[in-house]
């Protein structure tokens, strides 16, 4: 099936945005979906299947709308993903003018960018406890981050406290130099991340000098009551269930954690449960307590990180089926 488009009234500084440098998003449409577009000026057609032709005019469409400045790729590569799932229309592009939950950040159009984040960051704005489990790359860490700043910038919370247990991943380091906050750092260096490109260096250097941010390792959490606090527990996979306990049992009043992790990476001595596994079974069930679980369709990382991921569980998979 071919189909034709003239998009009017034409638009050349959308049209140069929605077709990229030497028409570089086109192309990319083209690797991603089964359609070939030609175009001379405004003018375009597309060739394929009639089910994808029509859904590359909508994708195009969507974009043209948007395309009041120059398209990042990821953006672009999101609304491919969308349409893969079998959605009418690019979602995730159109979030923000639909209305979706959008956070005051230093990135002011920060918002879900899938249907799983987007019911992420909802369920973290309407419960007090939330967990985010699933693969590297799915924004569990970053939207939570996000969230905690948010909160901070409306003065719903009066702190934000980070931490995360201190397991290496696979390799033994052994002594670091430094004080205590030096030779913790390498283990926090992902939220230290996440807060600079969402505060940016210098807000991030006061709130710590005033008290409203702290990060630590999992093992000073003993002991605390944390009120007015967002609590943000990352790679709580490499957690033990007492350590999970103790860390959930931290919760104060006019407080909100959310704890982080994904399953498939759990860097614990062989033979010790994992924590966030345990009470994704124990409390999955307990009101109040939401959980989101992503899979590779939410990777807003490369386009490689989703194939990676599926790969290694399919692995995984036919391992468990030979090990029965």
């Known amino acids: 099936m071919m189909l034709r488009h003239t998009f009017s009234p034409l638009d050349n500084t959308r049209l140069g945005h929605l ?126 981050v996000a969230c905690a700043v948010d909160a901070l910038e409306r003065s719903a919370v009066q702190r934000i406290i980070l931490t995360r247990p201190a397991v290496e991943a696979g390799e033994h380091l052994g002594f670091l130099p430094g004080d205590l906050t030096q030779k913790v750092d390498p283990y926090l260096r992902p939220l230290y991340d996440a807060l600079y490109d969402l505060m940016g260096f210098d ?59 994904d399953v498939s990476q759990i860097d614990l001595p062989k033979g010790m449960p994992s924590g966030l596994v345990d009470a994704a079974q124990v409390l999955k069930k307990v009101k109040g307590i939401a959980m989101t679980h992503f899979t590779s369709a939410d990777v807003v990382r490369h386009p490689l990180v989703a194939r990676i991921v599926d790969a290694y569980d399919a692995q995984s998979r036919q391992r468990e089926a030979q090990s029965r």
């Open 19 to 144: 077709c990229g440098a030497l028409d570089e998003h086109l192309r990319t449409i083209e690797a991603a979906l089964p359609v070939t577009i030609s175009r001379r000026q405004g003018a375009f057609r597309i060739e394929g299947s009639k089910r994808d032709a029509e859904r590359t005019l909508a994708l195009l469409e969507t974009l043209y709308e948007l395309a009041r400045k120059p398209l990042p790729a990821d953006v672009l590569q999101l609304a491919i993903d969308d349409l893969r799932r079998g959605e009418a229309k690019p979602r995730s592009v159109a979030a923000v003018a639909e209305g979706e939950i959008v956070l005051h950040t230093r990135r002011a159009d920060l918002t879900g960018r899938t249907p799983n984040q987007m019911d992420y960051l909802r369920k973290i704005q309407g419960h007090d406890i939330s967990f985010g489990i699933g693969p590297a790359g799915t924004g569990k860490t970053f939207l939570a």
């Open 203 to 261: 807000r991030v250097t006061k709130a710590f000098e005033k008290g409203t941010l702290e990060i630590a390792p999992l093992a000073f959490m003993r002991g605390r009551t944390l009120n007015h606090s967002f609590i943000i527990l990352d790679e709580a996979q490499n957690t033990t269930p007492e350590q999970m306990k103790m860390f959930l049992t931290r919760i104060g009043f006019g407080a909100k954690a959310v704890i982080t992790g």
